[in-house]
């Protein structure tokens, strides 16, 4: 299961971190990534970030890329996204995917509204 | 980027009819292809990856095909739990992009 929290609306600018908790998996195994979808628009990868093993390395879409982080906490079984700077066409529903590749599993998402 | 496009947009078809989406990659993609299925008001799901391996506890109607640029999903006898849009993805290189969708509809 993979639930995420903490959309909402925010103003063009602002910061938002959204979360997302996971069960029945060893977290700690598995690279994670975070999708996009605009209202009525087709799927956008944002990001990506590896296991451990791999040093927790992150990779990001270029329409992301120096505003978006990416971060994990493997004992709490938590991904984070940190979303700075945020524009009115980063309005979508984030969805928290398990994998780093193809994507195995999906949260429910969480509505993001920029807006002012 | 790679560029994904999907066709039809838009797929209307009958219930038992067999359904073939294709999706066309910008550049060789190999055969690091998925394909997702999304239900209106759900999170999608992974159904195939590289790209003819069905995921477990997907139904054995569907299947996926090809290599290179060109990829077909197929369902072999469409069911009224289908109704959804269809999203294919490649993984070979970054971004890892999505097509635009096909929307599979009742005639």
């Known amino acids: 299961h993979l639930g995420e929290s903490g959309g909402g609306l925010v103003r063009p600018g602002r910061s938002l971190r959204l979360s997302c908790t996971s069960s029945g998996f060893t977290f700690a195994d598995f690279p994670m990534s975070w999708v996009r979808q605009a209202p009525g628009k087709g799927l956008e990868w944002i990001g990506s970030?590896?296991?451990?093993?791999?040093?927790?390395?992150?990779q990001y879409a270029a329409s992301v890329r120096g505003r978006f982080t990416i971060s994990r906490d493997d004992s709490a079984g938590i991904v984070y996204l940190q979303m700075n700077s945020l524009k009115t066409e980063d309005t979508g529903i984030y969805y928290c995917?398990?994998?780093?590749?193809?994507?195995?599993?999906w949260g429910q998402g969480t509505l993001v509204t920029v807006s002012s | 980027d790679i560029q994904m496009t999907q066709s039809p947009p838009t797929l209307s078809a009958s219930l038992g009819d067999r359904v073939t989406i294709t999706c066309r990659a910008s550049?060789?993609?190999?055969?690091?292809l998925a394909w997702y299925q999304q239900i209106p008001g759900a999170a999608p799901k992974v159904l195939i990856y590289k790209a003819s391996t069905l995921k477990p506890g997907v139904p054995s109607r569907f299947s996926g095909s090809g290599s290179g640029t060109e990829f077909t999903l197929t369902i072999s006898s469409l069911q009224p739990d289908d109704l959804a849009t269809y999203y294919c993805?490649?993984?070979?290189?970054?971004?890892?992009?999505f097509g635009q969708g096909t929307k599979v509809e009742l005639k």
């Open positions: 993805q490649q993984y070979n290189k970054y971004p890892w992009t």
């Open positions: 970030i590896r296991t451990q093993f791999w040093r927790g390395t992150t």
């Open positions: 550049e060789s993609v190999i055969d690091w």
């Open positions: 995917t398990k994998g780093n590749e193809y994507f195995d599993f």
